[in-house]
């Protein structure tokens, strides 16, 4: 069974760091592209940024670019976000979910998810 | 980037009614287009890919059509545990954009 479990969320002051993590499992993780995608508490989705299965293309949404950093470590089937600057807006529950392939271009669909964990920026 | 736009944004129906939904984009995405729902608390869960594809295991009374800009989803007989809401997503271009959500209430 495919799976994957999120971890790393919590409570920030703006400005501050955080780096959530998702782990993998049931799945040739290197074939294929994941994304996260977030959901501000009572709004709608919201893709973040997706990674090629093999890490070398990333994209970012324009909200989080030169903020955010995605990355992958295939070795232990974990994928990470490192988010800096961080935002009151920023505040969400954060999913990880995989592509049906490995490219970002064409990332397809997203399933299955994780269940989520939650960031809240606030002072 | 490529706007998603669903309606209705909330909808009322009774156990056994037949209820569409729609999803506008506002360039051509050919058949690139997913639909999701999400209950209460939990992560979205993929129903149909690919504008008319339904997942392995969802129910037969979920499914989707449409081509180019705009997009149908229909629930033939919905039941109680469809109580949920219910997003498109596109993926012509990135950024990977979704609709605003349709909210399906039982009476």
């Known amino acids: 069974e495919v799976k994957l479990l999120e971890s790393g969320g919590g409570l920030v002051q703006p400005g501050g760091s955080l780096r959530l993590s998702c782990a993998a499992s049931?799945?040739?993780?290197?074939?294929?592209?994941l994304s996260w995608v977030r959901q501000a508490p009572g709004k709608g989705l919201e893709w973040v940024s997706g990674?090629?299965?093999?890490?070398?293309?990333?994209h970012y949404t324009d909200s989080v670019k030169g903020r955010f950093t995605i990355s992958r470590d295939n070795s232990k089937e974990t994928l990470y976000l490192e988010m800096n600057s961080l935002r009151a807006e920023d505040t969400a529950m954060y999913y990880c979910?995989?592509?049906?392939?490995?490219?970002?271009?064409?990332?397809?669909?997203?399933?299955?998810w994780g269940p989520g964990t939650l960031v809240t920026v606030s002072s | 980037d490529i706007q998603m736009t669903q309606s209705p944004s909330s909808l009322s129906a009774s156990v056994g009614d037949r209820v569409t939904f729609t999803c506008q984009a506002s360039?051509?995405?050919?058949?690139?287009l997913n639909w999701y729902q999400q209950r209460p608390g939990k992560a979205p869960n993929l129903l149909i890919y690919?504008?008319?594809n339904l997942t392995t295991g969802v129910p037969s009374r979920f499914s989707g059509s449409g081509f180019g800009t705009v997009f149908s989803f229909t629930i033939s007989g919905v039941q109680p545990e469809d109580s949920a809401t219910y997003y498109c997503?596109?993926?012509?271009?990135?950024?990977?954009?979704f609709g605003q959500g349709t909210k399906l209430e039982i009476k």
């Open positions: 979910a995989k592509s049906p392939g490995m490219i970002v271009v064409r990332l397809g669909w997203f399933d299955p």
């Open positions: 049931g799945f040739t993780f290197g074939s294929y592209a």
């Open positions: 990674i090629s299965g093999r890490g070398g293309r990333i």
């Open positions: 360039q051509d995405i050919n058949y690139y």
């Open positions: 690919d504008a008319s």
């Open positions: 997503q596109q993926y012509e271009d990135l950024p990977i954009t």
